[in-house]
């Protein structure tokens, strides 16, 4: 049973965080001394506030998350939660135990986000593959309603014709990555991806390495943070993770992973999604998902940019969306004519 609180948690600064978080506790384990609770505040997101808290055990904390101001124009709370519920069930996600008014409470998962150094090791991609693979076989009931486009046109509608903030404007104006250019280059990719007809699954849609959780002692991955799972073009989830290999505060894509290293990964997600043996992995099925993946990568960019520019126009975290929007367009500028002509063999 998922506790439903009537609580509102400030998120103004750490000591109400902390109160915030304390009257949650409070509620889910009274047995608890609550002189005694310890916290840790997770700094990995920029759209949520999360809180660790624990008393006498760390790997028994709960997890208290604050919702972003103004994110539920773009993102299903309720979504999120069946989401919780339908992982919970097949063991890929923590169990979530409350819900209130600007946030949830569930439990932690043992381990450390990833970073650009570590998901690159050998063991830590190879698990990674293998997760996204058995998270991709997810039985959901409803795969028609496809996520990627219809995210995307929420997004262009919450995107400003002009930014209140001159100087934001200028910025956008600059770089020519207007609202009116960001609808064109959506009908644009709509048309080029959904004639590769690739399959669709139960996706993440946000595997960035923060959301990767590395367990050095069971040398396992797991994923968190699933309030954009939902179908969607299976390729999507891949190229999206491959992206986020340059990194979210200092932007690197000479990180983004080479023909070279995507040949292996997809070889070894093959082999999980398919219950084969790597070396019965065709070379031409490796082939077709590299020229998918790598066509989807545009689309990736195009979503995290587009979702920037709406956070630049109503987040009020502490961090330069519409610089790391124009990175992500830049970016997808800057590929997309290679992309696009990549081809798969008959």
Known sequence: MIMKLDLTIDDTSEETLKSGAKKVIQHLKPDWNQDELQFKIYTSGITNKLLGVWWQDRNSQLLVRVYGKMTDL??????EKTNFEILYKVGLSPKLYAVFENGLCYGYIVGEPTNEEVIIQEPVWQSVAREMATFHRTEVQDKGHIMLFPKLSKFLSLIPE?????EKQKRVEECGFTKKWISREIDTLKAALTELN???VFCHNDILL??????????????????YAAPNYQPFDIANHFNEFAGVDEVDYSRFPN??????????YLSQLQDQAECEVSEDEVERWYVWVNKFTLASHLFWGSWAMVQARYSEIDFDFLGYGIIRLKEYSRRKEEVLSLTVKK
């Open 74 to 79: 773009f993102i299903d709370r309720g979504a």
């Open 162 to 166: 002009t930014f209140a903030h001159s």
């Open 198 to 200: 690739c399959p669709i």
């Open 210 to 227: 923060g959301n990767v959780i590395w367990n050095t002692t069971t040398k396992s991955s797991r994923f968190i943070d699933y309030e």
């Open 259 to 268: 023909k070279a290293f995507q040949l292996k990964w997809l070889r070894v």
